[in-house]
Structures are given as C-alpha cells and as structure tokens.
C-alpha cells in the first residue's frame, strides 16, 4: 500500500511513523508513506496556507489551493478529473471531526487499498471545496475535537497498517482483537482463544502464576481448553457490560453469550436508579 500525508507539520510524522509494526511494514516494503509539505504548494512568499472564512467567524481555515496542486501533482491529474479515475482501490481521506467515525470495520475496509492519501485539517478547518470536490470521503478518529488531523493521520495509519498481511507476525492474532465482529472474520463465534467478537477483550496474565499473592485464575492453569474459552468469553462479556455496553446493544449475541450475561447479572447486579 502506499499512503500519501498531506500536511503543513511534515515534522511532525517523524516519530509516530519510526517505531513498532509501521516501521517493520515501511522497512519489509509492504507500506510506502510519503510525507508532503502543503507550503511547498503555495505561491506567495510568505508560503500562506490559511485564510479567514468568508462571512465571519472565529479563527482560519486552509486554503484549498494549496492541497488541490498538492494532490494534482501526486496523481497527474486535475483535481475535477481524480473522482471519475479513482477507483475501489484507492481513497482521498480527509481527516474531519464531521466524517465517519474510524472503527475496525472501517480500518479493515482502507487495508484492502493500494493507495490512500490522507488530508490533514488544521485551525478552524478545510475549505469546503477540498470535500465536495477532492475527497471522496471525510473521516474521524472519535467524537472530540484535536487541533489538527496529523494525529488522526497517525492513528489511521497504525490502524489499518497492523491489518495488511504480512504486518503483524501473527496474522492471527489481529483476527481476534477487540471490535472485530463474526461477520467480519467468516466465524460463528469465538474459538478456543475466543475471537473478541465485537466485545472488548478477555483479560491477559503471564507468569508468574502468583504475583506478591496476586494469582492467575485456577481456570487458565488447569488445561480445560473449553473452559478456559468459556471462562474467557464470560469475562470479556463483563468487561464490555461494565465498560461499552453500547457493543453489546448493537451485537448479534449467540446463546451462549445471552445466557453469560444472565450468569454475569445475576452474579453482579446492576443498581437500579432511583
């Protein structure tokens, strides 16, 4: 894959993308991440990227000139022309605190391109000419508000990199992360290291088994593979009920999991409110 940043902090990327399993897909060859400089694209000498809005209002906004060139002289095309040659295997993002809230469903569907360019906002915002007419679609990493898109950038990045095959060491083991769904993975259901299945996680422990009396539960000592899947599914069920039950609202639950969570009610009742 290769990924494109437009940006006017190009420094900024100098560590986010130097560490871990981004730097091992840079170095393997597996990602291609170019970094450009959006003063580089303007034409005044005091290389301007902002402007106040038209009608009033707080603080400034980017100018569209220079991401348009910008994106004009990565793919050779004008920018009224990108929309009509873009196809299924590449995306122009731009990073918005109104676009589509990034989650593993969304991560898995951008590690499937070839190429993606990432536009990253800043001050009050982008001219509104950069969405209708350049991106073809606006994301965003959550529902807060940061003061610019270059850490969203980074966030989308390690995001979908860690999916692309190859990334992760264990391909496997990004199959059976927290927020990824049984329909995403092909599965009917948690296997015996029980696949999150849209649930946050089970809980981890490694030796040593009893740490200053603290000890791993007997369930994940004692060889019981079913159990221990059991036990694991239960667990990560309660964390999600305490911690998201807005997933399990919107979870397709098998049996099983609908009488867990009878099990993890009755055991830990929830305070009615008065």
């Excluded at 897909?25 to 597996?30: D, F, I």
């Excluded at 360019?117 to 679609?137: N, P």
């Excluded at 809980?203 to 593979?225: I, Q, S």
């Amino acid at each position: 894959m290769k990924i494109d940043i437009l940006t006017i902090f190009p420094d900024f990327f100098r560590g986010p993308l130097d560490y871990g399993i981004v730097r091992r897909a840079r170095e393997s060859g597996l990602v291609e991440i170019c970094i450009h400089d959006l003063r580089n694209f303007t034409r005044d000498k005091h290389r301007t990227v902002d402007d106040r809005p038209f009608g009033g209002g707080e603080g400034m906004v980017l100018k569209p000139e220079p991401i348009f060139e910008c994106l004009e002289a990565l793919i050779g095309l004008e920018a009224r022309d990108v929309r009509m040659t873009a196809n299924a295997m590449q995306s122009v993002i731009l990073l918005s605190a109104q676009g589509r809230k990034l989650g593993q469903s969304l991560a898995a569907e951008l590690s499937s391109l070839e190429r993606m360019v990432l536009i990253c906002g800043r001050y009050e915002g982008v001219d509104e000419r950069v969405s209708e007419h350049l991106a073809d679609r606006e994301v965003s990493v959550g529902d807060y508000v940061l003061s610019g898109g270059e850490l969203g950038a980074a966030v989308i990045i390690d995001t979908v990199t860690r999916l692309i095959p190859g990334a992760v060491g264990n391909d496997a083991s990004t199959r059976q992360e927290s927020f990824t769904t049984h329909a995403e993975l092909e599965t009917d259901g948690p296997s015996a290291t029980c696949v999150s299945g849209g649930m946050l996680d089970y809980p981890h422990y490694t030796r040593p088994a009893d740490f200053r009396g603290m000890a791993v539960p007997e369930v994940l000592v004692n060889g019981n593979h079913e159990q221990i899947r059991r036990w694991r599914r239960k667990t990560a069920l309660a964390k999600t009920l305490r911690n998201r039950p807005d997933l399990i609202e919107r979870s397709a639950l098998s049996e099983e999991d609908k009488d867990l969570l009878d099990e993890i009610r009755s055991e830990f009742p929830v305070p009615s409110e008065s």
